[in-house]
T-cell receptor
Framework: GENVEQHPSTLSVQEGDSAVIKCTYS??????FPWYKQELGKGPQLIID?????GEKKDQRIAVTLNKTAKHFSLHITETQPEDSAVYFC????????????FGTGTRLLVSP | EAGVVQSPRYKIIEKKQPVAFWCNPI?????LYWYRQNLGQGPELLIR????????DSQLPKDRFSAERLKGVDSTLKIQPAELGDSAVYLC?????????????FGEGSRLTVL
């Protein structure tokens, strides 16, 4: 089955800096890659996603890149703010007619003022 | 519009006791998921429903876990008897039917502690 590895497990940055979180997946059939943000005591919330026919997608301060050949994808957050502090999860899904996401182990991002 | 509602938020029980979690998905979402999230880990799928039908329960430990979704709306996840290793956050999520790349909407989760 699919296996998703995520690193780093923790990331500390100063406000205004950029943050990059990287994930690799094992199954070349995976074709959907969302990123979820989980704040303390809350459920994960989708922040951005990318499909395998696209190499990069951007939404304001966040962007995701996908390298299908290398089977890895990354989340980029620019101009980080304290409210970006949370745990971020990458995930991968194969089109089997329904969504079966396999999540990474998460990255705890801490943005210091 | 209300999001996914779960209860209870917290539950502490002794091992071998039963426990049940309840989920009310977003109105109109036919697909419902139960995930388990261990401390410091990502969510892992336990079971997925399309309306009343459990279409993927391959990860559900069927010896002690059971789930139901009567009438295709609310769902209940039960553990009986609970073991120490069942301590985790149980997340319910819902999505629009048929969207394999659609957004999952998660509830706030039910945190289970087994003593």
């Amino acid at each position: 089955g699919e296996n998703v590895e995520q690193h780093p497990s923790t990331l500390s940055v100063q406000e205004g800096d950029s943050a990059v979180i990287k994930c690799t997946y094992s199954d070349s059939a995976s074709n959907y890659f969302p990123w979820y943000k989980q704040e303390l005591g809350k459920g994960p919330q989708l922040i951005i996603d990318i499909r395998s026919n696209v190499g990069e997608k951007k939404d304001q301060r966040i962007a995701v890149t996908l390298n299908k050949t290398a089977k890895h994808f990354s989340l980029h957050i620019t101009e980080t703010q304290p409210e970006d502090s949370a745990v971020y999860f990458c995930a991968a899904s194969i089109n089997t007619g329904f969504q079966k996401l396999v999540f990474g182990t998460g990255t705890r991002l801490l943005v210091s003022p | 519009e209300a999001g996914v509602v779960q209860s209870p938020r917290y539950k502490i029980i002794e091992k071998k006791q039963p426990v049940a979690f309840w989920c009310n998905p977003i109105s109109g979402h036919n697909t419902l998921y139960w995930y388990r999230q261990n401390l410091g880990q990502g969510p892992e799928l336990l079971i997925r429903y399309e309306n009343e039908e459990a279409v993927d329960d391959s990860q559900l430990p069927k010896d002690r876990f059971s789930a139901e979704r009567l009438k295709g709306v609310d769902s209940t996840l039960k553990i009986q008897p609970a073991e120490l290793g069942d301590s985790a956050v149980y997340l319910c999520a819902s999505s629009l039917a048929g969207e394999y790349t659609g957004e999952l909407f998660f509830g706030e989760g039910s945190r289970l502690t087994v003593l």
